[in-house]
């Protein structure tokens, strides 16, 4: 299995960042999807997942600004971050996990998101 | 939310072993995944559940966890082990909520 993650590079301040990672190679079915970000030289910060039928479960932290949702007839999945600000630029990785006491693998290559004013 | 605290580096000079610790409220009681992360890569599990080592991963690589620490040891370092290294546990009592460590940055001096 492969995840790729797509979306544009620079998002301004006060828009919608909005991600898809795209699965191949396996089906959504049965796993956790999730999105995890870096700040460049920083630590992981998870976001949140999705699980096929959709539950999700977020970050407090981010849950007033995330939607993290399944599309199963392109095999993807996604993520929006409403209003954004410059401290949401980073690095963001879509990976998945086979349930909630497993690691993350694979992980996509990650993409960066640069906030700009 | 769940808070995992690793030192941001170790140094060691190479064949010696680098221990990388990672503390967190009863971190015994959950199961703890470590990552590699190269530059510019996206990171890779090297240790699950505690002790586990994936297929592919050297048996330089190990895990431990008692009480409040868990660790990941590296034997015999080589120059291509420098890289970050995060450790990982889901905090059931959140609703199953993941949480990473800040990282620890490895030198091979």
């Known amino acids: 299995v492969q995840l790729k993650e797509s979306g544009p590079g620079l998002v301004h301040v006060s828009e919608t960042l909005s991600l898809t990672c795209l699965v191949s190679?396996?089906?959504?079915?049965?796993?956790?999807w999730s999105w995890i970000r870096q700040i460049p030289g920083k630590g992981l910060e998870w976001l949140g997942y999705?699980?096929?039928?959709?539950?999700?479960n977020y970050n407090p932290s981010l849950k007033s600004r995330l939607t993290i949702s399944v599309d199963t007839s392109e095999n993807q999945f996604s993520l929006k971050l409403t209003s954004v600000t410059a401290a949401d630029s980073a690095v963001y990785f879509c990976?998945?996990?086979?349930?909630?006491?497993?690691?993350?693998?694979?992980w996509g290559p990650g993409t960066l998101v640069t906030v700009s004013s | 939310s769940y808070v995992l605290t690793q030192p941001p580096s170790v140094s060691v000079a190479p064949g010696q072993t680098a221990r990388i610790t990672c503390e967190g409220d009863?971190?015994?009681?959950?199961?703890v995944h470590w990552y590699q992360q190269r530059p510019g890569q996206a990171p890779v599990v090297v240790i699950s559940?505690?002790?586990a080592r994936p297929s592919g991963i050297p048996e330089r690589f190990s895990g431990s966890s008692s009480e409040n620490t868990a660790t990941l040891t590296i034997s015999r370092v080589e120059a291509g082990d420098e890289a970050d290294y995060h450790c990982?546990?889901?905090?059931?009592?959140?609703?199953?909520?993941?949480?990473f460590g800040g990282g620890t940055k490895l030198t091979v001096l």
């Open positions: 999705v699980f096929l039928g959709g539950t999700t």
């Open positions: 190679g396996d089906s959504l079915r049965g796993y956790y």
């Open positions: 990982h546990v889901w905090d059931s009592s959140q609703f199953s909520r993941a949480a």
């Open positions: 009863k971190i015994q009681y959950k199961s």
């Open positions: 559940y505690d002790s």
């Open positions: 990976a998945r996990s086979d349930a909630t006491a497993d690691p993350f693998r694979p």
